[in-house]
DNA sequence: GAACACACTCTTGAATACAAGATGGCGTGC
DNA sequence: GCACGCCATCTTGTATTCAAGAGTGTGTTC
């Protein structure tokens, strides 16, 4: 037969362009696999396995598992498979407590500031629209909201601290989506936003911290209740003890 | 370069005990290398030489190494070689800065606590002892530094918080040691300490957050002095712009 | 003498081969 | 019919092999 299960990845290949990393291919797409239920909590599976889903060798597939799970999203049994971590409301809920305390610190210090960061006219534009103009779609505004609390962070300058906000974000994320699938969450997300956003405007540091405050753990509230209905509901037969 | 680094594992072999992992070993050896300036920052080394330092093939030390380039410790060059990253006092400072950040959340809430966690009775065994019983040896006292902030954040319960914050420390105690090098610092420090953890068990919140944030920014200070005299003296030669 | 080009070596990235242990099913003994 | 034990298979961990590009040094030419 041919040689033709070459893939066509050429397509695109001008200038230097390095093929970007068979690993780091393999670590985003198993990463969107998971943030789309595609592979969900509690799901075994094996290096093998997704060495073939990915047409690709076990190399690859490892260094990918092995970055997801430093982020904390997979986890390796000894010589028995990878398994998608389950759950854990606990951790969840100890993530949203700790962006809690980045984004206080990062607007505490923005409040302190004389001269405003580029980033709070991005926000502006965005968030400080008319009515009229606010988009609906809740996965857009989802994706906009995660990128609010990340761009408080980084306004503030500290690049580990922004670091660490995003991975924070991201792990969250998985959860965090399903807060949008109400409308009023989605309203409520821009009068919120808004709020903050002018707070920090006037440099009313105090009430901005307590604004954002209950901006975030209404998200967690929700999330925890949307969640433990999900997991009700769905797959009831799925047993994640071993 | 002693090529006796053939270890004797075998020594307390009972039970069960897994080899632990060839690449785990390699990894706490290399990040020790670098933690004693075995390995010095901005040095370059290739996959190939550390596996044979290691008495091993090169797929575990590539396990390690990209664990080392996550954490922050080591990059690497397309097809060019691995280098220890070298200083960035940027981000040493930013690294400081989101320690603050992170202890302060933690001492507010244990502050705001009734009962105390057990952890603080650790502490006050530690460092709430007369002169006399004071430790004097500069790398234990600093260990035990890095350890009293360590179980702060620990204390209050949130466990993300407290692996972040971990990961915060480790990354700066390749510098932070040099900064128990001088007897002042070291009984500095444990007045300090005192104080901070007084001030906490009287619930006296923010008294303690003045105490530890002046606390850190000194610690901040000195470090940086001491580097950067440390910098200038030692290989001048060395050129780590590319 | 200087500059350019070629080739060789050395590097990481990826695929394949080998090793050892965990797991589950099947068969046998009671 | 049930329980125990063995074996076949599948899994990850490690070593080795193959591929391709980056960098350097040398030789040649002007």
Redesign the pocket.
Known sequence: MSASSKPPVASGLRR?ER?E???ERIYIQLKQEIFEFHLLPGDRF????VAARMA?????V??ALYRLQRDGYVD???????QVKPFDFRTFEELYDLRVVLECAAVRRLCEREREPSQLDDLKRIWLVPEAERLTDGQTVSALDERFHTMLVEACGNREMALIHAQVSERIRIIRRLDFTKDARVSATYSEHGQILRAILQRRSEEALLLLKSHIEASKAEVRKITLHMLHSARPQSDTSD
Request: without cysteine; glycine residues 4%; proline residues 9%.
């Open positions: 230097k093929p990393n068979l690993a094996s290096e093998t396995e690709a060798s076990r190399t690859p490892r260094e390796v049994h000894f010589r028995s498979g990878w």
